[in-house]
């Protein structure tokens, strides 16, 4: 198991079971203690979607800090299918997405929905999707479901549009 996802799933089980925070174990590779990017943290239960959140622009000082603080908000805060219970935790799995900073698109024609997730902006609505998911295979569904994520409406709003890679650890 990849030390990111081991750290989430640890995350959650703690916090869980016992309401607390994990600090980073100090024996974590040292890129993951000393850099800094968005995480994504995905919970499946039986291979679906269970919980998913994250940030796209770092908040915390390392990749541990925001994978421990996504994966607990992933397990207490995805309001799509409600907290996590303790008798879930033995059937559930991770994935971490390790985010690069977004870059402006400037046309369509730069998207690959399997190579790059994108991050929907109108005003204050912000709508993201990772990259490579089932049934998104075209870059107008990416678009689409961004927006709808975001409540915004391409066809009444100015629409900003960056994409991004993630590193995804299973």
């Not at 030390?3 to 994990?22: D, G, H």
């Not at 291979?47 to 603080?69: D, F, H, Q, V």
Request: net charge positive; charged share 30%.
């Amino acid at each position: 198991m990849h030390p990111l996802v081991r750290l989430a799933r640890l995350a959650v089980e703690k916090y869980i079971k016992e309401k607390e925070i994990i600090s980073p174990p100090s024996d974590l590779p040292k890129e993951f203690l000393e850099k800094k990017a968005g995480v994504f943290v995905t919970i499946e239960k039986s291979g679906n979607l269970r919980a998913c959140i994250g940030t796209y622009l770092p908040t915390k000082e390392s990749i541990a800090e925001e994978t421990i603080r996504n994966a607990i908000a992933a397990a207490t805060e995805d309001w799509r299918f409600g907290p996590i219970q303790k008798e879930e935790l033995p059937f559930l799995s991770y994935i971490v997405s390790i985010l690069s900073p977004p870059e402006p698109v400037k046309e369509i024609k730069e998207l690959d929905p399997k190579k790059y997730g994108i991050v929907a902006r109108s005003g204050l609505k912000t709508g993201l999707l990772l990259p490579d998911l089932e049934g998104v295979d075209t870059i107008e569904k990416q678009i689409l479901i961004a927006c709808q994520k975001a409540g915004i409406e391409p066809a009444k709003e100015k629409l900003s549009l960056y994409r991004f890679t993630a590193q995804k650890y299973r």
